[in-house]
Nanobody, 123 residues
């Protein structure tokens, strides 16, 4: 069974930095994509950043140039380095992974989620 365990959240001042970690219980390169979503109070969950199997990275416009994804294969871990944090980055951050399996006549996506880690940006 796939498990994703996040760590690294916390309280940081505006302009500060944090690095989130997501450790998977399986080989991270078995996923078709892997990354981070976030959900602020009263808002829908939104994509922050994701990396596709071939290595293409996708970032939300609001974090481009400030957040960076990276992977450590031997540790089965994905990181999100967050710089120049703003109060509007405050949210619960969720690690996400998707595996697409081929069936007889279709492809079926399987989504996995971590438990979430709180990031609060405040002075």
């Amino acid at each position: 069974q796939v498990q994703l365990v996040e760590s690294g959240g916390g309280l940081v001042q505006p302009g500060g930095s944090l690095t989130l970690s997501c450790a998977a219980s399986v080989n991270i390169f078995s996923f078709d994509n892997m990354g981070w979503y976030r959900q602020a109070p009263g808002k829908e969950r939104e994509l922050v950043a994701s990396i596709i199997r071939v290595g293409v990275e996708v970032y939300a416009d609001s974090v481009k140039g400030r957040f960076t994804l990276s992977r450590d294969g031997p540790k089965n871990t994905v990181y999100l380095r967050m710089n120049s944090l703003k109060p509007e980055d405050t949210a619960v951050y969720y690690c996400h992974a998707r595996e697409v399996r081929a069936g007889v006549s279709s492809m079926t996506p399987y989504d996995y989620w971590g438990q979430g880690t709180q990031v609060t940006v405040s002075s």
